[in-house]
């Protein structure tokens, strides 16, 4: 059965990237779609130039970047879960967001260009890992000395923490500098729009790279899920591989957040949703929610764009409208299972 449910979703997934590629406020016909991947097929004649620009030039980076960037966010989700086991934890309680959204404040309103066209990006991106750093050596100086290294309860208060400050501080640098509020507030509230080509190829070094080496620590993070004196009897030195989860996952995360912006909820939904289909193994979990996180925001970018074309919705918005009803529909759940 859990087989079929991964051909199903690969299949699924196909079919998305697809659809995607079709829908817009220009659709393009599915034979040139077809001829755009397999122009060896006879018969079929090659797509006008109007239509190989707009797949090529805006839609397939677009689309590239929505699945990278679902996938990470899913895949940082198992790991946040696993770690804290706490079914309730996405990647940004480790401070992400708030650095991420910090660091894209600074340079929107002061309208910096140290970096170039990418400035916005790379300073997101950078602050994203400081106050990572930051709430690692804060959870550190006040959580107790033990074998297994900082307590999951101390690094995710102090992830709350440091996010609460940072998100003061960049509300602050918004305030005083009112003229680039727009363009930043449409960042914040997460965007695929401006995706390009040039943006795909360290973006898709990293995710793949993280993404690899959180696959190879699989077996420790099942030993995780069952409990930090569970994982350290059988073996598992567990203050080593929990700060390097935390550093492949903030090094994962940062690098989609700094292009995309903030989009929430991704983290939390598909995990639950992968578990609920495939099992707890990390084997299968980890690999199926990357295929479930980017059909997810895949879908969701094509409502964010088409729902009121020619006008363009925050993918985040779209997110939390799915994420909001899956978030207490997951408190209920644990309701039911604690008897309350």
Known sequence: MKKTNIFLIFGFFLISVIFSLWVGTIKTPIIYILDFFFDFIPGIP?????????????????IIMAILVG????????VVQAVFRNPMAEPYVIGLSSGAALGASIA????????????LQILAFIFSMLSVLLVYLLAK???????????????????IAVS?????????????????????????????AESNWQEVPPVLL??????????????????????????????VDVKTVKF?????????????VSVSGLIGFVGLMIPHMARMSFGSSHRVLLPSSA???????????????????????PIGIITAFFGVPFFFFILRSRRYESGG
């Open 164 to 192: 609460l400050l940072f998100g003061s501080l960049s509300s602050f640098v918004i305030y005083v500098n009112a003229s680039q509020r727009p363009e930043v507030i449409f960042w914040l509230m997460g965007s695929l």
């Open 291 to 313: 295929i479930l996180g980017a059909v997810f925001l895949l879908l969701c970018d094509d409502l964010a764009r088409t729902i009121m074309a020619p006008l363009e919705i």
């Open 141 to 159: 100086s006040l959580g107790p000395s033990s074998i297994i290294g900082t307590s999951s309860g101390v690094l995710l208060l102090s992830g």
């Open 71 to 78: 996938s990470a966010l899913a895949i940082g989700g198992v």
């Open 108 to 119: 929107s309103t002061l309208s910096l260009y140290i970096f170039g066209f990418y400035t």
């Open 46 to 62: 090659p797509p006008p130039n109007l239509y190989y620009e707009i797949l090529f030039y805006l839609r397939l980076p677009r």
């Open 206 to 235: 990293v995710v793949l790279t993280c993404s690899f080496g959180l696959y190879m620590f699989r077996r420790e993070l099942d030993a995780l899920s069952l409990g930090e004196e569970d994982a350290l009897y059988i073996g």
């Open 244 to 256: 390097i989860l935390m550093v492949l996952t903030a090094l994962l995360v940062a690098s989609v």
